[in-house]
């Protein structure tokens, strides 16, 4: 490749080498070759800042990569886009505001500074003809803010309700299934790395308060004040409340609720503990997931749940914002070059390799004997069975036969399926249907 060739780089300078800001790195790096392949330009994280620098860290970058001094990455004529991953209200919002007087745009997951300061920065960033990037502000790896500001843009959304905070979740969630107390859940949260260093965050809604003001922003173009709303925790919530909850057909969830009324244009925000029924998938949304329920006045309820936190869910969000900004930077408009693979390296998978369990029902003559004749037939093609169950069909000499199958093929259960139809004594076509597995493995 001659050098006028050689593609485009855009340097990415990270502010803050914590859990995000690591995992940002990480990823970045890994799929340096998927990036140029997408967008036609190198993406490449060069340089970091930390308050130590003597701080172990799992992800290891070249020692001259790492700083202490954040404005001297803001202040690099070499780096093109900033992540702020530092957390924190002042000193985030200072270099950030360097950062768009630079003409860099940045990308975020700070969901306090832009509850606080938002819409401050965003009409900074506009003056400055840079981008602001937060997607992995509200929800950590869902893609909310997309999801909001562009895919139901047609709609007006008189309800968005739902779980923006993963570790009160965990909380209650063990709470509920295991009996166990709130104080000793939170120990358990607090080893495993759930709960912020300001637990208040965690326990006393205020992150949950935190996003649900962003999302009534983005949904209702409104900046609601966050001492102007309700903002409830789970500390009083008991064992005792949970049960009752239960027999009530409702699960105790604490959730962020904005409710907008397009008769009197009344909006309302909270975040409190409420009692949810169980037949809404926010009831069912348990551990560290979060779900968001939102309501279009053209669609309808769309509900998104996944991992709401955590350093690679997080860091994927941050991602998705970095390649917004370099496309809209690189004129990449009619969206991002669809991954064209060779047939060498993805080819589609043979019966025999798309591996599954599989129901069975057959109608057979009511005979003895003839369970057995199925069985041996199923087995002579490395069929086994998990679950069998027969019953007489009223007023005919024939029987229904019920089976599930353990993990095989489709290959095996073609050839299986085809053997039983020229058995003697089965009666009709079999009925075949899939048992679908979430969490099948593929096979080598
Ligand atoms: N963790 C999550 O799952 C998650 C999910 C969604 C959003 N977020 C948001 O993402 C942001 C980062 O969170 P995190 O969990 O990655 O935090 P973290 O693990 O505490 O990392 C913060 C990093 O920033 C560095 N830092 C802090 N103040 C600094 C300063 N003044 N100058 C230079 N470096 C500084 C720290 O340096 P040292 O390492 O030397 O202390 C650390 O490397 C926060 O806004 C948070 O709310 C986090």
């Given at each position: 490749?001659?050098?006028?060739?050689?593609?485009?780089?855009?340097?990415?300078?990270?502010?803050?080498?914590?859990?995000?800001?690591?995992?940002?790195?990480?990823?970045?790096?890994?799929?340096?070759?998927?990036?140029?392949?997408?967008?036609?330009?190198?993406?490449?994280?060069?340089?970091?800042?930390?308050?130590?620098?003597?701080?172990?860290?799992?992800?290891?970058?070249?020692?001259?990569?790492?700083?202490?001094?954040?404005?001297?990455?803001?202040?690099?004529?070499?780096?093109?886009?900033?992540?702020?991953?530092?957390?924190?209200?002042?000193?985030?919002?200072?270099?950030?505001?360097?950062?768009?007087?630079?003409?860099?745009?940045?990308?975020?997951?700070?969901?306090?500074?832009?509850?606080?300061?938002?819409?401050?920065?965003?009409?900074?960033?506009?003056?400055?003809?840079?981008?602001?990037?937060?997607?992995?502000?509200?929800?950590?790896g869902i893609?909310?803010?997309?999801?909001?500001?562009?895919?139901?843009?047609?709609?007006?959304?008189?309800?968005?309700?739902?779980?923006?905070?993963?570790?009160?979740?965990?909380?209650?969630?063990?709470?509920?299934s295991?009996?166990?107390?709130?104080?000793?859940?939170?120990?358990?949260?607090?080893?495993?790395?759930?709960?912020?260093?300001?637990?208040?965050?965690?326990?006393?809604?205020?992150?949950?308060?935190?996003?649900?003001?962003?999302?009534?922003?983005?949904?209702?173009?409104?900046?609601?004040?966050?001492?102007?709303?309700?903002?409830?925790?789970?500390?009083?919530?008991?064992?005792?409340?949970?049960?009752?909850?239960?027999?009530?057909?409702?699960?105790?969830?604490?959730?962020?609720?904005?409710?907008?009324?397009?008769?009197?244009?009344?909006?309302?925000?909270?975040?409190?503990?409420?009692?949810?029924?169980i037949a809404e998938i926010i009831a069912r949304t348990d551990g560290?997931y979060?779900g968001?329920s939102?309501?279009?006045?053209?669609?309808?309820t769309v509900v998104l749940t996944g991992r709401?936190?955590?350093?690679?869910?997080?860091?994927?969000?941050?991602?998705?914002?970095?390649?917004?900004?370099?496309?809209?930077?690189?004129?990449?408009?009619?969206?991002?070059?669809?991954?064209?693979?060779?047939?060498?390296?993805c080819k589609p998978a043979k019966p025999v390799e798309i591996g599954g369990s599989f129901y069975i029902r057959l109608?057979?003559?009511?005979?003895?004997?003839?369970?057995?004749?199925v069985a041996?037939?199923l087995?002579?093609h490395q069929v086994s069975l998990a679950t069998v169950s027969?019953?007489?069909?009223?007023?005919?000499?024939?029987?229904s036969i019920i089976l599930t199958t353990h993990e095989t093929n489709e290959h095996s259960i073609n050839l299986a399926i085809q053997?039983l139809?020229?058995?003697?004594?089965?009666?009709?076509k079999p009925v075949l249907f899939r048992v679908f597995d979430p969490n099948l493995t593929p096979k080598e």
């Amino acid at each position: 490749m001659n050098v006028e060739n050689k593609p485009k780089i855009v340097n990415v300078g990270i502010l803050g080498f914590g859990t995000v800001g690591q995992g940002t790195w990480k990823h970045l790096e890994e799929n340096s070759q998927f990036w140029e392949k997408i967008l036609g330009v190198q993406v490449k994280p060069k340089r970091a800042s930390v308050r130590s620098i003597q701080k172990e860290r799992k992800i290891k970058i070249a020692e001259n990569a790492l700083t202490t001094d954040s404005e001297s990455i803001v202040n690099d004529p070499d780096i093109d886009l900033i992540c702020e991953l530092i957390g924190g209200i002042e000193e985030a919002k200072e270099l950030t505001l360097r950062a768009f007087e630079n003409g860099k745009s940045v990308v975020t997951a700070n969901k306090a500074l832009i509850c606080e300061h938002g819409e401050e920065l965003f009409e900074a960033a506009e003056k400055a003809g840079v981008h602001y990037g937060f997607e992995a502000s509200v929800a950590g790896g869902i893609p909310i803010i997309k999801v909001l500001r562009e895919s139901m843009v047609a709609n007006e959304f008189p309800l968005i309700y739902g779980i923006l905070n993963g570790t009160s979740n965990y909380i209650l969630t063990r709470m509920e299934s295991e009996g166990v107390s709130f104080e000793d859940v939170l120990k358990d949260a607090r080893e495993l790395g759930y709960v912020e260093a300001d637990e208040a965050l965690d326990l006393d809604g205020v992150d949950a308060a935190h996003k649900a003001v962003i999302l009534a922003y983005l949904a209702h173009g409104i900046w609601v004040n966050l001492d102007d709303i309700t903002v409830e925790g789970i500390r009083r919530i008991s064992i005792e409340d949970l049960q009752a909850a239960r027999k009530l057909g409702c699960k105790i969830k604490l959730i962020g609720v904005i409710r907008r009324n397009f008769k009197n244009d009344h909006i309302s925000v909270g975040v409190y503990p409420a009692l949810v029924p169980i037949a809404e998938i926010i009831a069912r949304t348990d551990g560290v997931y979060n779900g968001i329920s939102l309501t279009g006045s053209v669609v309808g309820t769309v509900v998104l749940t996944g991992r709401g936190a955590g350093q690679d869910p997080t860091a994927g969000s941050v991602i998705s914002d970095v390649v917004d900004v370099v496309k809209a930077q690189n004129g990449i408009s009619a969206g991002i070059k669809l991954r064209h693979v060779s047939p060498e390296e993805c080819k589609p998978a043979k019966p025999v390799e798309i591996g599954g369990s599989f129901y069975i029902r057959l109608t057979v003559d009511d005979k003895p004997g003839q369970l057995a004749k199925v069985a041996d037939c199923l087995a002579e093609h490395q069929v086994s069975l998990a679950t069998v169950s027969q019953s007489p069909q009223s007023g005919s000499p024939t029987a229904s036969i019920i089976l599930t199958t353990h993990e095989t093929n489709e290959h095996s259960i073609n050839l299986a399926i085809q053997s039983l139809e020229q058995l003697h004594g089965v009666n009709e076509k079999p009925v075949l249907f899939r048992v679908f597995d979430p969490n099948l493995t593929p096979k080598e």
